[in-house]
């Protein structure tokens, strides 16, 4: 069974960076492409950022492009989201997933799902 774990999520001020982190409990790790999602309140989920196994492709959102980093450590098994230059519009819960197949951009493309991590960014 896959099992996806983020942490790192919390509170911090306009302006300020959190880097999220998502172990993933089943190898080979490398078969996976990973993203991060996120929900705002009230609204549907939608997609921040994606990577490719091998880690040589990534892909942003355009609320994520210039701000946000998406990166991962096979040898880990973990993905990691780099956050800079938080807004208020960014907080969240943050999800990860991993899928084998198929597109990018959106959730029927990953079959595995993280429990979420809240990210609140203070005005």
């Known amino acids: 069974q896959v099992q996806l774990v983020e942490s790192g999520g919390g509170l911090v001020q306009t302006g300020g960076s959190l880097r999220l982190s998502c172990a993933v409990s089943?190898?080979?790790?490398?078969?996976?492409?990973m993203a991060w999602f996120r929900q705002l309140p009230g609204k549907e989920r939608e997609f921040v950022a994606a990577?490719?196994?091998?880690?040589?492709?990534?892909f942003y959102a355009d609320s994520a492009k210039g701000r946000f980093t998406i990166s991962r450590d096979n040898g880990k098994n973990t993905e990691y989201l780099q956050m800079d230059s938080l807004k208020p519009e960014d907080t969240a819960v943050y999800y990860c997933?991993?899928?084998?197949?198929?597109?990018?951009?959106?959730?029927?493309?990953?079959?595995?799902w993280g429990q979420g991590t809240q990210v609140t960014v203070s005005s």
């Open positions: 089943v190898r080979p790790f490398v078969v996976f492409r």
């Open positions: 997933a991993a899928g084998t197949s198929g597109g990018v951009h959106w959730d029927r493309d990953y079959e595995f």
């Open positions: 990577i490719t196994p091998s880690g040589s492709n990534s």
